[in-house]
Every structure is written in C-alpha cells, then in structure tokens.
C-alpha cells in the first residue's frame, strides 16, 4: 500500500483515488504525521501531494524528515517536489507568476519514472516528449546532491528529478490529473514498479475484506441502519446483509417527499429481492404538516432533517437488543472532517444528511464504507448484486422534493412534481442522456401562469426543468440538452399533468446559481 501526505491541494484525493484505480490501496494522512504513525501503516512507498504554500517561507510545511531514512521510495509531486529538495539540500525558487495549463517536457536520460514512456519523439534530438498539465508557481532552481535532472521545459528547467538509487523521485507537474496523458502510467511505474506494491485492492477484495471485519466487530450482535435509497446507505445495506444476514435491520422512512416510486423500489430491491430486514415507515402526513406555512428554505431543511431524526429514533426505539448503527460514511467525509480539524481545509461540504445519534441509545457505529471513495463505493454495489440504476443513478438530496417545491410544501404541490421528474427522467432515459448528465430533475414553481385550453384561459402552475454537468458539485454548466428533447418532456408534462400549463428550463449555471433552487 501507499501513503500519500496531504499538503492542502485540491488534488490530493485525486492521487488517491489514482492509485487505487491501479489496485493498490492508498490513504491520504496530514504532512505531520509521526515516524511511529508511518511505521504502524507500513507502505512500500510515500507519495508527497501538492499545497497551496511556498517552500520558501520558513512556516510552511515540511515532510517529516524520517519520510527520506526510512529506505522507502519517495515521490514528491508539485509542492511535493520541492519540499524534498529542499529538505534534501537543494534549492527552491519562489516567485509570483504561476504557469498553469498544458506543457511539454522533455524526457532526459533512462529513469524508471519515464521507462518506455512517451508521447511524442523530439526530431532533432531524438528525445522522448511528454504532454503534461503543470500548475504551479515555485519552482526547484537546483536539485540536490546525487539528484539528476530527468525531465525539462523552457520554462522550468527542473521539470522532474530524480535520484534513482535511492528510488527518490520528483515531478513539477500533475500526472494524476487525466491532462497528463501518460499520468497513470508514471504512477503505475511508481507504485508497482518502482514500490513494488500488490495489486489486491478490487471489488470482491474489499468486500471479503469487509464482511470479515464487520463480523469481527459485530459479533452476533445486532445492527440498525437507516436506508435512504441513495448509493451508499443501500450499499451499506448489500454488504451488512451478506455479512451478518439477520441480525441487520434497516428503517426506511418515506417522508412524502421522495422521487415516484422511490419506497416501493426500495422494498422491492432489499426487502422481496434480498430478503434484508427493512421496516418501512410512512411518515408523509408528519412530515408535511411540520411543513405547513414554512417557507424559508433553510427552515424547511432543519425541519425535515429534525423530523427524520425524530421518526428514525422513535422506531428504533422499538427493536430490541440493538448495540451498533451503521452508516454510509465514505472516504471524502472523513478526510474533510479531518481536515477541517487540522485547518487545512480548502473545500467543506455544508451539506450533510445523517442525523445525530439518538443519545440514549449509545449504539457504537460501523461504517463500511469509511475507507471508500464514491466511484469504489458503486462497483462495491455492483459486485454485491444492487441493480445499476439503482447505484448509477444522479445524487438526490436528503431533504428531497422539500427544496425543490419553492416556498411552503404542500401534498398537492409534490405529487404534481413527483409525475413531472419521473417524466423528464423517463424521457432523459429514453434519449441517451441520463448518464451524459450529472443531475437532472423537476421544480416545482407555485405561481400561476396562463394558458389556454379548448376556448378557455386556465391560470396554472410552472414546472422548472433542471440539468446539469458537473464533475465535483461545486461548479456546474446546465446540460445542453437536444431542443427536441426538451419538447416532448415538454408535450408530455403539459398534457399529461392536470394543472401545469407551462415548463421552462433553466439556463443557469453554478455559480452563481446553485444546482438546486433552494
Ligand atoms: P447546490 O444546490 O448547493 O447542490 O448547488 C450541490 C449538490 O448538493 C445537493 N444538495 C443537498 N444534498 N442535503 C443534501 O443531502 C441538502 O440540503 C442539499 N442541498 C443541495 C444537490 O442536490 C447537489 O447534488
């Protein structure tokens, strides 16, 4: 396995995930971690990620120096990079212009970062070219004793170094990102050439893995679980039933704001297909006369989140003998978390839909999926048998069709809604474009607009359509989906939904406007 020393860029997951796509397993820890900490995790290679500090100040962080006694291949990448010469004895050179996009470098001499690597062959000199994506400002101006210099641009004479013998490697610019066409292999060359790591980290591995660590953990003991039907509560779900069958239990709560025929499908996946315990609770009318004449967003959010505690909790107080909950946390959660401890956070999610722990229930927890990236997590679900749609299907938020009816939610409103998403969807489906988008759904607009029908004017509601591509959630371009498309979705909700007599779509991308309207 591999260990990747978080130095604050948005990258470093990205690294991760790389590897791990390679089948060796990764995990990202703080710069400052101990020699102690290194040796309990026991890797056959570090990677040092990138950071959005300058070596050339005296506070900014430094790689523990143990990372270069400790025998184990080094690379250090971007920031990385020139933290290792630095400690090492080189030199870094800081400077305000930043060289961000596309470059070429130009491979010099055999190194085992590069080997059999190229994208182009310089005419002249015969030498290997590599198209990369460089993002940085510093730079390393002199490389270390024993170091040589292995790859240059115009622009940065030191584009990559290395010193083999030791199996310490640097590179300026990013080959994790998919810019740098060559990027996995010089990671695969790192990791399992120049590491020697094995590649064990698959699908069936982790969940053999898993089972047997929830088994040891669990005992025959039991489990609660709260399922949504989104990726990871249902994963979760999968993996627990095969590991302690029984002695799982899943509570679904339908609060009456879900996508059509979201509670049966989820019954008809785990409870009828599965045989998983699960208890359906039918929360709608509670959820939606809390609603009543709220109409600020962020209210509506606490009350629906409040409320999902308070019908979670009042069941579960109902099944005897449960000691643990299991929840779908996954790898990027933790990070973050971690990270906002230390400070160093640059990106935090605001939002999040697991509810607290009831207190008095002192349940310990069992998280699966804790050290598992979003993509992992889905062919987790594929390999333990969920249906694809169900595990490829577009994120949807905990508080569901509550913030996509604007204003103050009301039974009539929703049920409008529910038939007009699960029409756009249908038709999404039909055309090729569900998976060409990244999200895509229905809101409801609760104000009267004219139409006509037959001889008469008819005031009558406005659904909005919604679709967007994006590849993190935090920016985002709305889909430019066929204008034929958007017609017969259009044809469709106007002649099928009583009580709609207009749709648009909505053109705006994030930011400023955020993917949903509330
Ligand atoms: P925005 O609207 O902020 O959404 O651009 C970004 C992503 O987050 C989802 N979202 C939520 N998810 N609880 C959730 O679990 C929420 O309150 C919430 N609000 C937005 C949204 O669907 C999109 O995928």
């Known amino acids: 396995k591999i260990l990747i020393l978080d130095f604050g860029s948005q990258y470093t997951q990205l690294i991760a995930r790389r590897v791990r796509e390679i089948g060796v397993y990764s995990e990202v820890r703080a710069f400052d971690i101990t020699e102690d900490e290194i040796r309990a995790y026991n890797p056959n290679g570090i990677i040092l990620a990138g950071g959005p500090e300058s070596v050339t100040e005296l506070d900014s962080p430094r790689a523990p120096q143990c990372v270069f006694e400790m025998g184990l291949p080094v690379l250090g990448i971007c920031y990385g990079m020139q933290t290792m010469a630095e400690q090492l004895g080189g030199g870094v050179e800081g400077s305000q212009k930043r060289e961000f996009g596309y470059a070429q470098i130009r491979l ?73 066409l060559q990027g996995q292999r010089i990671l695969e060359h790192f990791v399992l050439g120049i590491c020697q790591a094995e590649r064990w980290w698959t699908p069936a591995q982790i969940i053999e893995d898993q089972v047997a660590r929830v088994r040891e953990q669990v005992g025959d003991r039991h489990v609660l679980l709260g399922l949504s039907g989104g990726v990871d509560s249902s994963v979760v779900a999968a993996l627990l039933h095969r590991a302690i069958g029984d002695q799982l239990t899943c509570v679904f709560v339908d609060n009456g704001l879900l996508r059509k025929d979201e509670g049966d499908q989820v019954m008809k996946t785990f409870s009828s297909h599965m045989g998983v315990r699960v208890i359906r609770v039918d929360a709608e009318e509670q959820f939606l006369s809390r609603l009543e004449d709220v109409h600020d967003p962020e209210a509506k959010r606490k009350i629906i989140g409040n409320t999902f505690i308070d019908v979670f909790d009042a069941e579960a107080a109902k099944i005897e003998g449960v000691e643990f909950l299991a929840q779908g946390t ?111 759904f229905a809101v409801f607009l609760p104000v009267k607009s004219v139409g006509v029908v037959g001889d008469g004017r008819r005031y009558e509601w406005v659904i909005a359509l919604r679709a967007v591509e994006t590849i993190d959630f935090m920016t985002a371009r709305w889909a430019h989906l066929p204008y034929e498309l958007l017609e017969t979705v259009s044809n469709r909700i106007i002649n099928e939904l009583e009580g709609v007599s207009r749709v648009t779509y909505d053109v705006s991308s994030k930011p400023p406007a955020t993917i949903e309207w509330e």
């Open 108 to 180: 010099d001499g055999e190194s085992a970062l590069f080997e059999d690597i190229a994208d182009h062959i310089e005419d002249e000199s015969g030498k290997r070219l590599l198209d990369v994506w460089m993002s940085h400002g510093d730079k390393v101006a002199r490389v270390p004793e024993a170091f040589s210099v292995i790859a240059s641009t115009e622009s940065c004479p030191i584009a990559a170094m290395a010193w083999e013998e030791k199996r310490f490697y640097g590179v300026q610019f990013h080959p994790e990102v998919t810019h740098t």
């Open 330 to 440: 996954i790898y990027p959660d933790v990070i973050e978390s971690a990270a906002a401890k230390t400070g160093k956070a640059h990106v935090i999610k605001s939002h999040h839909n697991v509810g607290g722990l009831p207190e008095t229930m002192k349940l310990q927890l069992v998280e699966p999926l804790r050290e598992l990236f979003k993509d992992e997590v889905r062919k987790l679900g594929v390999e333990l048998g969920l249906p694809y749609d169900m595990v490829y299907r577009h994120p949807f938020p905990g508080p569901g069709l509550g913030v996509r009816i604007l204003g103050e939610v009301k039974k009539e409103y929703a049920d409008i809604l529910r038939e007009a998403d699960a029409i756009f969807i249908e038709e999404l489906h039909k055309a090729d474009w569900y998976h060409k988008t990244s999200q895509a």
